[in-house]
């Protein structure tokens, strides 16, 4: 009886040998997986980062252009791995902050002295603070494109402490917003220098749970069918940055194509094209594409023009237009209007990209809102004569396409609509193999 501390100590002894010596290589994931759920509110989309230690997991807002990740740090931020790297240090200027900030309150995450700091921005209200920069632990799912697999830890991932106000405007339960733009310090470049995987991602939208992958594909979808990009166009770079406050002379993180024109049914609508050009010097103008803004965004000579070349297109369809339901402006009857695989059967909308030959064509299951019974309206908003980008491509017209964005070649690709090829976005199975 008298040994048997001893005796445990030797299995303990043995145990810790036999499994530190047994350990596996560490593994290093191809790629990396989160789900992205619409929220039925505020239209947003949402996902979930694994944060701190202990574990946290932390609903954010999922925003394709955002700059970084930032979270609330004012209020229930606890971690034993929380740190705040000092200023003038190398995170610091990878995050595009100079300068040192003190904090006049009792030490905390978000309040320390010589720090950096950075500018958790709300994309949706457009409001934008001043926050600490820091890093912290990050749990997430590794995938073989089926299904997510074994998880992985990230030690140091960097992002901004935001505040509790700044949640306004947020969906429901949310924290803050993971930003997936083209920046050093956004997820995607992020998680490609942890794994050492290509700076790639892809964005599977849907009205429920969709999905996002980081890093090279496959990407499959039940029943087992993997789906791939049919066509690719450049992503073009915007010289002046397009977040709510920004340090001067950095360029957007935000994602724009050159959309070159808009068809209705193949037939041009007539706008000026100067507005689908982004101005180099005011960076205004251009397209870009968004998951805050829940429909596409035209500015108003583009949207009067678009909308009434659909109307015109569709009473040429014998589909009658009926009072126009906020914020849209034009709806019809579903009276006349059949519905296939693709949605209602109405006109459609063709984004021709850098040459003729590639064209985003989008049908009634991407056109059409179903505002009561029988009535539909089309899915697109006037952003005003003074909009800063023309056209803002928003998350009604992405769902069940698989959009993926290559930052190393400056490209992006999408699948088109996946309704007509028997599955959705909603159909990545994620029952873990781990
Ligand atoms: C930062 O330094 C100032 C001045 O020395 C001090 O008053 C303050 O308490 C410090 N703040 C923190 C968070 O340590
Ligand atoms: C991923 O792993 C699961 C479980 O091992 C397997 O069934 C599936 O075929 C794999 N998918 C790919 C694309 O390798
Ligand atoms: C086209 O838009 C640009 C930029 O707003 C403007 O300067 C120009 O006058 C417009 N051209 C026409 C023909 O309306
Ligand atoms: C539209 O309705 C009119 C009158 O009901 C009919 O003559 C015409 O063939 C219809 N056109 C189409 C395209 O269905
Ligand atoms: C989802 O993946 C799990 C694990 O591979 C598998 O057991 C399950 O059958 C899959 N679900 C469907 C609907 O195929």
Known sequence: MASSPFISLLLLLIISLSSSSFAQPSFRPKALVLPVTKDQTTLQYTTVINQRTPLVPASVVFDLGGRNLWVDCDRGYVS???????????????????????????????????????????????????????????????????????????????????????????????????????HNIGLPSQFAAAFSFNRKFAVCLTSGRGVAFFGNGPYVFLPGI?????????????PVSTASAFPSGEKSSEYFIGVTAIKIDEKTVPINATLLKIDGTTGVGGTKISTVN???????????????????????????????????GACFSTENIGVTRLGYAVPEIQLVLHNNDVVWR?????????????????????????????????????EDNLIEFDLASNRFGFSSTLLGRRTNCANFNFTSTA
């Open 226 to 238: 993997p789906i791939s990009t049919v066509a690719t166009t450049p992503l073009l770079i915007n």
């Open 362 to 398: 989008i049908f009634g299951a991407n056109s059409m809102v179903s505002v009561s019974d029988d009535v539909i309206c089309l899915g697109f908003v006037n952003g005003g004569v003074n909009a800063r980008t023309s056209v803002v491509i928003g998350g009604y017209q992405l």
């Open 80 to 182: 034993s791995t929380y740190r705040s790297p000092r200023c003038r240090s190398a995170v610091c200027s990878r995050a595009g902050s100079d300068g040192c900030s003190q904090c006049f309150s009792p030490p905390r995450p978000g309040c320390n002295n010589n720090t950096c700091s950075g500018t958790p921005d709300n994309t949706v209200t457009r409001t934008a603070t001043s926050g600490e920069i820091a890093a912290d632990e990050v749990s997430i799912q590794s995938t073989n494109g089926s299904n997510p697999g074994r998880i992985v830890q990230i030690p140091d991932l960097v992002f901004v402490c935001g505040a509790t106000f700044l949640l306004q405007g947020l969906a429901s339960g949310t924290v803050g917003m993971a930003g997936m733009g083209r």
């Open 294 to 328: 829940p429909y596409t965004v035209l500015e108003t000579s583009i949207y009067n023009a678009f909308t009434s070349a659909y109307a015109r297109e569709a009473a040429g369809r014998n589909i009658t237009r009926v009072a126009s339901v906020a914020p849209f």
